[in-house]
């Protein structure tokens, strides 16, 4: 097989990400529920605070906890209390120094596809926290290049062809979110693999779009073996 270029999403397709935050958000709502606010409620007013915030601030933990303050303070009110807010930075905290869990498959699949192609691995967010997340995982030695982007987005993929002077057809977007890697990936004209995550952050649902680049649907990382 000719060698490939292979672009790699890290959260969701190398490691757990959405698990995590699921997880925090579940010890917020129980944290606002004596309020009395259905935990939807809670959920949509977090919701429109993380976009907002997004919109500001961009992506990564301290926009997260910076929309949980926020939202926190929405929803008591003047019942809000000093204590409730220490306790919205812990799980922050504790959400930021949680080492990445590696999906099931993953070493051995980058080590068979990083001997035979091009290899880049790319994730979205704050480049600090991000460049310590990657280091954290111990995946970076399979990576020819790693690039760190403020948004996923066709002009992103694009400026990503540029630098990398990647040549479309003989390349492939390997990711897990239809809205923010697959789509427009394939509108940028590069192939795309689609390997569906069972957590998908809410604001990532999207379905499937056509493009000018193949699609290959995969169930799970390891099955990248049988294509590539």
Do not use: C
């Not at 003047?78 to 869990?101: I, Y």
Request: aromatic content about 10%; hydrophobic content about 40%; charged content about 20%.
């Amino acid at each position: 097989m000719r060698r490939l270029t292979l672009l790699v999403n890290a959260d969701n397709t190398l490691w757990e990400s959405n698990v995590f935050f699921e997880h925090t958000l579940e010890r917020f709502f129980s944290l606002v529920e004596p309020f009395g606010y259905a935990r939807g409620y809670a959920r949509h007013i977090l919701n429109e605070t993380e976009r907002h915030n997004i919109q500001q601030h961009g992506y990564g933990v301290r926009s997260f906890a910076r929309s949980l303050e926020q939202s926190y303070m929405k929803l008591a009110g003047g019942l809000a209390q000093r204590s409730a807010l220490e306790e919205v930075a812990s799980m922050v905290a504790d959400l930021e120094h949680t080492p990445p869990r590696v999906l099931d498959g993953v070493p051995e699949t980058l080590a068979y596809l990083s001997s035979r192609h091009r290899m880049i691995l790319f994730t979205k967010g704050e480049p600090a926290e991000e460049a310590a997340k990657v280091e954290r995982s111990g995946l970076q030695g399979f990576f020819d290049s790693i690039e760190i982007v403020a948004d996923k987005s066709i002009h992103v993929y694009r400026d990503l062809i540029d630098k990398h002077h990647v040549v479309k057809s003989h390349a492939w977007l390997i990711g897990s979110s239809a809205l923010e890697e697959i789509n427009p990936a394939l509108q940028a004209g590069l192939n795309a693999a689609f390997v569906p995550h069972p957590s998908t952050w809410n604001n990532e649902n999207a379905e499937l779009q056509s493009g000018t680049g193949k699609l290959l649907i995969v169930s799970s990382f390891r099955g990248l073996r049988n294509h590539f």
